[in-house]
């Protein structure tokens, strides 16, 4: 009996999960495939727990993306979903911008092959150094999230000797109906000017030096699957750049932030084509130049995380050798991943309700309960679905755990882009003092 015919109805199936994925293919011999390259072949090579992450897949979302936004809104990558330098590489050829939200993350996508100018800076909580290093590089922009902060900017660009543009974020106080720790948009969060105070914001930006206001930003938060939410948020900002303008105050720009959910279970994935179709509801025939800065709808379903059972307890804990220290989004949000064996014949049989876990100390390390699956045997591999997105930048050394081996798949080729992180390095960097003595 296949693990089909026993499956919940509101529960995806083994294959409807890969009938939903292109890049992935279940083959007769080699197993699980990504791309041309099958999994196993890879975690034969770099072991488990690995990330691996599909090029093609990344490339082929971004030609999407552009393909539904051309003539309407520039892409401006969101870093802090998949920072690494391939990742990164692969969007600077794509031809889109980088949102960046630290100096670590601007530094990285210089390092990259971002050009300066296609920059834009974001975050609640910009120190000092980070606005020097932006107004240094001449970033495109820096979004102002408080009225303290564009103080703060206009200042250390004042002493400078430059002028640095700035964007106003707005905070429309919309519900993105999104999880809760992933939600940005509303008034309670730290994120944001609030909406009755940004027209006098922008017309002290305009009074101060060093500074020049160029437009307005918004971000309602992560994973959003409608077009609601964008419709509302949209419409405030509509109204604010009506009245900043009826002040005789010059609005060039809206950055729209990102968003754009992805399907992780059965969800209907909310398409680049609708999300164009409410910017132009908004701001068509606005003369505004829009931007938009997506990031996990791009890379979260290029990416898995290979994980092998080490043991399987009581018939229906199954303990995988990955944790929530590679990937939290689980533990955190309560996220769902699909979980997909490597073996053809592990995807095939009786399907009972599982426990899926990893062995940190933790009664919220789990990937999943109450999954069905067929029982696999201690040593079978499976393969965590759409994390490429807040999946290893995310991940941590907690339980003295290294760093997990991250590889990049590109058709009928793949290489490694971050091997296994050894056991030494991590405490390669820590110091005993002195005043300890030497060991017992």
């Known amino acids: 009996m296949s693990a089909a015919a026993i499956v919940p109805d509101d529960e995806p199936t083994i294959a409807a999960l890969l009938a939903a994925r292109p ?10 495939v990504l791309e041309e390259v099958p999994l196993a072949r890879i975690a034969d090579v770099v072991g488990t727990p690995a990330w691996v992450y599909s090029a093609g897949t990344m490339r082929a979302r971004l030609a999407t993306l552009r393909a539904a936004l051309g003539g309407v809104a520039r892409v401006h990558y969101a870093v802090k979903a998949n920072d690494h330098l391939a990742v990164l590489r692969l969007m600077a050829k794509g031809g889109v911008g980088a949102d960046v939200v630290s100096e670590g993350e601007l530094r990285r996508a210089r390092e990259a092959g971002f050009a300066a100018g296609d920059m834009v800076f974001s975050g609640a909580g910009k120190t000092a150094r980070e ?43 919309v519900d993105a109906a999104t999880h809760i720790k992933i939600t940005t948009g509303t008034a309670e969060t730290k994120f944001g000017i609030p909406y009755g105070e940004v027209v006098g914001v922008y017309a002290r930006a305009v009074a101060l030096p060093g500074v020049e206001p160029v437009g307005l930003a918004l971000h309602l938060g992560s994973q959003i699957l409608s077009t609601a939410p964008y419709r509302a948020a949209f419409a405030c900002a509509a109204e604010l750049v009506r009245a900043l303008r009826a002040r005789g105050l010059a609005v060039r720009g809206m950055d729209c932030g990102g968003g754009l959910g992805i399907a992780y279970r059965d969800e209907a994935e909310l398409s680049p084509v609708a999300l164009a179709g409410a910017l132009r509801a908004a701001f068509g025939g606005w003369d505004l130049e829009l931007m938009v800065e997506p990031g996990r709808w791009l890379v979260g379903p290029a990416g898995v995380l290979l994980a092998e059972v080490v043991r399987v307890k009581s018939g229906r804990i199954v303990v995988l050798d990955a944790a929530m220290n590679d990937l939290i989004r689980p533990a955190l949000y309560d996220a769902w991943h699909g979980l997909v064996p ?16 990893g062995p940190v100390c933790e009664n919220s390390d789990t990937f ?3 999954r069905f699956l067929p029982l696999p045997l201690p040593g079978a591999r499976m393969a965590v679905l759409d994390a490429g997105a807040y ?8 339980n003295a755990r290294p760093l997990a081996p991250i590889a990049m798949v590109d058709g009928d080729r793949w290489a490694v882009i971050r091997p296994r992180q050894k056991l030494a390095d991590l405490w390669a960097g820590e110091r005993v003092p002195d005043f300890l003595g030497e060991a017992p």
């Open 23 to 32: 890049q992935l293919r279940m083959h007769a011999m080699d197993g699980l």
């Open 131 to 173: 606005i020097t290093l932006a107004i240094a590089e001449d970033i495109r922009q820096i979004n102002i999230e408080s009225a303290e902060e564009l103080e703060m900017v206009s200042a250390l660009a004042s002493a400078l000797g430059r002028t640095v543009r700035v964007a106003l974020r707005v905070n429309p106080d």
């Open 342 to 357: 490597l073996a053809a014949g592990d995807a095939v049989g009786m399907a009972a309700p599982l426990d899926v876990v």
């Open 368 to 370: 999943a309960r109450g």
């Open 391 to 398: 999946g290893a930048v995310m991940s941590s050394t907690y």
